[in-house]
């Protein structure tokens, strides 16, 4: 019967009960020197670093597609028959020749 995608062999399972067995595994021994307030700050932090990926998923960017749809509203002036006509209403009084 085949195993279901992604789940561990036998052979790996047994692999990690025997590594248990004999001693701490390599992420509990990480975290224990990471917790440990006397070792050297730059190793626990070397510790956290290297345990980070066991224990959270690496953040990865996604590509955004959309369309965006934008309405205009424009204001088309009426017709003028004659420049004067245009001026009467949009020139002030005192600017008028």
Do not use: C, F, N
């Not at 990480?30 to 345990?51: E, H």
């Not at 959309?66 to 017709?79: D, F, L």
């Amino acid at each position: 019967m085949a195993r279901t995608k992604g789940a561990l062999s036998k052979r790996t399972v047994a692999q990690i009960t025997k590594a248990g067995s004999t001693g701490d595994m390599p992420l509990d021994y990480m975290l224990r020197v990471m917790r440990d307030d006397t070792q050297d700050k730059t190793r626990r932090d070397d510790m956290a670093k290297a345990a980070a990926p066991y224990l959270h998923a690496k953040l990865s960017s996604v590509e955004m597609k959309a369309e965006i749809e934008t309405t205009y509203v424009a204001r088309i002036p009426e017709p003028i028959a004659t420049t004067e006509s245009w001026a009467d209403k949009h020139v002030p009084e005192g600017a008028k020749h």
